[in-house]
C-alpha cells in the first residue's frame, strides 16, 4: 500500500512539474501578462443576499 502511494505521489509531481514548466505559466494560474498589469481586471467584493 506504501509503495503504491508512493508511486501515485510522483507521478502526480511529475504531472505538477510539466504544467507549471509550460511556457508563460505561474503557480497562480496566470500568464506572464497577468503579473505585469495587462491581464484581466479583477474586483474584490462582498456578496449580500437580498431577501
Not at 17 to 22: H, I, K
Not at 27 to 41: A, F, K, V, W
Amino acid at each position: 500500500m506504501k509503495s503504491l502511494t508512493n508511486e501515485i505521489q510522483q507521478a502526480l509531481m511529475q504531472i505538477g512539474t510539466a504544467v507549471y514548466s509550460q511556457a508563460g505559466a505561474s503557480p497562480n494560474g496566470g500568464t506572464s501578462t497577468d503579473r505585469q498589469g495587462g491581464g484581466e481586471d479583477v474586483i474584490d467584493a462582498d456578496f449580500v443576499e437580498q431577501k
